[in-house]
């Protein structure tokens, strides 16, 4: 049975950082694209950034020079740096297999607050 716990999110002020991470369970990691999302207030969910199996990254227009995606196929875990914060970056984020479909299993996410 898959399971995707993220953790590591909280309140930050605008230029802060954080680090979120994503462990995974019950799924064959390592050959798995990942990616990580995230849902604003009214919003759709959005992917903000992928990760392939060898590490290669893709990120959204909005993120890109500020997120970092890696991940730890020894743990099974993804990582998001998130630097230089924004209030606009306030969500929640979920981990997932990349190109995950809105009836798919999905985790509790972790909620991201940037607010001065």
């Known amino acids: 049975q898959v399971q995707l716990v993220e953790s590591g999110g909280g309140l930050v002020q605008p230029g802060g950082s954080l680090r979120l991470s994503c462990a995974a369970s019950g799924i064959i990691f390592s050959i798995k694209p990942m990616g990580w999302y995230r849902q604003a207030p009214g919003k759709q969910r959005e992917l903000v950034a992928h990760?392939?199996?060898?590490?290669?990254?893709t990120y959204a227009d909005s993120v890109k020079g500020r997120f970092t995606i890696t991940r730890d196929n020894a743990k099974s875990t993804v990582y998001l740096q998130m630097n230089s914060l924004k209030p606009e970056d306030t969500a929640v984020y979920y981990c997932?297999?990349?190109?995950?479909?809105?009836?798919?299993?999905w985790g509790q996410g972790t909620q991201v607050t940037v607010s001065s």
């Open positions: 990760i392939t199996t060898s590490s290669r990254t």
């Open positions: 997932n297999k990349y190109q995950a479909a809105i009836n798919d299993y």
